[in-house]
């Protein structure tokens, strides 16, 4: 199992990324899929992440600092999802992991966490 992250780069202040994450392998279920962030001097922090337990509903989690202003959708891709990142600010700046619990094939239904590599996301004011 792996996880392909795309998207990222650099902007003005105001504007908007979309950073995308694919989950690759024999897969059972994808439990959590979302992003991380790690800037200069920092630990890494969550941004935002989508639960998707087989048994439950569907729900989502921001750090307080992206609410209103990140959004994870779907794609028709059952594996991707996106971060939609609308009116980025400077200290949005920072490197971006994709993060996933995978439940993989045959393994008794034990979530794994995987990442993928980091995407840069530079905004500019």
């Known amino acids: 199992v792996q996880l392909q992250a795309s998207g990222g780069g650099l902007v003005q202040a105001g504007g908007s990324l979309r950073l995308s994450c694919t989950a690759l392998?024999?897969?059972?279920?994808?439990?959590?899929m979302g992003w991380y962030r790690q800037a200069p001097g920092k630990q890494r922090e969550l941004v935002a992440k989508?639960?998707?337990?087989?048994?439950?509903?569907?729900?989502?989690n921001y750090a307080d600092t992206v609410k209103g202003r990140f959004t994870i959708s779907g794609d028709t891709a059952w594996n991707t999802k996106h971060l939609q990142m609308d009116s980025l600010k400077p200290e949005d700046s920072a490197v971006y992991y994709c993060?996933?619990?995978?439940?993989?094939?045959?393994?008794?239904?034990?979530?794994?966490?995987?990442w993928g590599t980091g995407t840069l996301v530079t905004v500019s004011s």
């Open positions: 392998g024999d897969i059972f279920n994808i439990n959590v």
């Open positions: 989508i639960h998707m337990p087989l048994s439950g509903l569907t729900y989502s």
């Open positions: 993060y996933a619990e995978i439940v993989v094939a045959n393994t008794k239904n034990i979530g794994v966490d995987y």
